[in-house]
Nanobody, 120 residues
């Protein structure tokens, strides 16, 4: 089993910054990708925010390009999301995920989420 623990959420004013962290532990085979998704409101679908692959390729939602940066510390199995120039529309629960590959199968694991609230 793999566990993901997010941290770094909170309340910030518009224009401010936050850094989210997600540490993975447990029986990890080979990480293919780690990333962040968010749910803007209860009942809404989660949307991709950013992802980083094992080859360090990154992809971002258009709404966060130029403001958010995803990075990884492979030694710590940790992914970070640096969020700058935050807007009220970034308010959401942010979830970390990990895509693992072992014995020919892909596995996905999710964190429990961390609330980010941006006040205008």
């Amino acid at each position: 089993q793999v566990h993901l623990v997010e941290s770094g959420g909170g309340l910030v004013q518009a224009g401010g910054s936050l850094r989210l962290s997600c540490a993975a532990s447990g029986s990890i085979f080979s990480i293919k990708a780690m990333g962040w998704v968010r749910r803007l409101a209860p009942g809404q679908e989660r949307e991709l925010v950013a992802v980083i692959t094992s080859g360090d390729s990154t992809n971002y939602a258009d709404s966060v390009k130029g403001r958010f940066t995803i990075s990884r510390d492979n030694a710590k199995n940790t992914v970070y999301l640096q969020m700058n120039s935050l807007k009220s529309e970034d308010t959401a629960v942010y979830y970390c995920y990990l895509k693992d590959n072992g014995m020919g199968y892909d596995y996905e694991y999710w964190g429990r989420g961390t609330q980010v609230t941006v006040s205008s």
